[in-house]
């Protein structure tokens, strides 16, 4: 990999990142709508907003061979459903106040990349690596103790997402091509869930007024956006470094969470981040000496 494709990636990551970063401000102006509800438009917009960026760059032609290559559509689809499940909790996170725990499990997810490059991708760890995992598994054990019960909305973001870059990682599709195929495989789910709703008189797709409309519209593109970004990202980086760059990611979320939501940070969970944040430091200082090497 030479020098301007790494640094094309860094750049792609930091952009797809500082993104997501700004999504619990965003997405706390939609929490009166049902989560289900905010996923289903987020996947039809994206897909139009996508649709017309492939209309413009001429790109169906990437499309169309997709098509041809059933196990590339299918791994597509398995991303799909990887990122859609991590959007639901998300954005369940953000309407019941859990922004502290979504960022806990954001941080979580470069740790779920060291362990996934290991168990999948028979990547080999350094002593380095070994502590921070080994302080991340610390980090879920003192959750059990202190506070009674696994931290199952972070854990479940962190092992989402990070499957999610394992398996885009492994598809060689390019971003604009692979986001449209993702969002294709999620309406069918998004329209059923539309149409079961409408029996009880909800209509999913007609939003009670302009403002809201505005905003879900305005998710799709935003949706699309940063996954367009870390799709790059992914096909220009190692699985480490993308996981490196995350942190961006839940320091802006964990900041909204704290100084602007006024959410509770408990002493028990303030060690956990504690134990994340110093397991982060390690596997920076592991991933600086190997970049320096390199």
């Known amino acids: 990999m030479n020098r301007k494709t790494h640094l094309a990636g860094v750049g792609f990551g930091l952009l797809a990142y500082s993104i997501w970063g700004f999504f619990p401000l965003y997405f706390r102006q ?13 996947a039809l917009w994206g897909f139009i907003f996508v ?36 959007w639901l909790m998300f954005l369940w996170a953000v309407a019941h106040q859990q922004v502290v725990a979504s960022s806990l499990g954001y941080f979580l997810t470069p740790l779920v990349n060291v362990l ?35 931290p199952w909305v972070s ?6 997402f990070g499957t999610y870059g394992l398996v885009r990682k492994q598809v060689p599709v390019d971003a604009l091509s692979g986001l449209w195929l993702e969002t ?14 409408a029996q009880s008189g909800h209509m999913v797709f007609t939003p009670e007024n302009g403002l809201t409309a505005t905003l879900l519209i305005g ?15 992914t096909q220009r980086l190692d699985l ?10 839940p320091t802006m979320q964990f900041i909204t969470a704290i100084w ?20 982060l430091i390690v596997f920076s200082w592991s991933m600086w000496q190997k970049l320096r090497h390199r």
């Open 260 to 279: 602007i939501f006024g959410e509770p940070l408990q002493t028990a969970r303030l060690v956990s981040f504690a134990l994340i944040w110093i397991g």
């Open 219 to 233: 998710a799709g593109i935003l949706t699309a956006l940063p996954l367009m970004f870390f799709a790059a990202a």
């Open 184 to 197: 294709l495989a999620m309406l069918p789910v998004c329209g059923i869930y539309a149409l079961w709703m």
């Open 51 to 86: 649709a017309l960026l492939l209309t413009l760059r001429q790109g169906w032609g990437r499309v169309i061979a997709v098509f041809k290559t059933p196990r590339q559509f299918a791994m597509l689809a398995l991303a799909a459903f990887l990122v859609g499940s991590n």
């Open 240 to 249: 480490a470094t993308v996981g490196m760059l995350m942190y961006i990611n």
């Open 155 to 160: 854990l479940f973001l962190a092992a989402t």
């Open 116 to 150: 996934l490059g290991l168990l999948v991708l028979k990547e080999r760890l350094n002593k380095l690596e070994w502590i921070s995992v080994g302080l991340a598994f610390a980090a879920i054990a003192n959750e059990i103790m202190a506070l009674g019960s696994l």
């Open 30 to 42: 939609l929490s009166h709508v049902s989560p289900m509800d905010v996923l289903s438009h987020r």
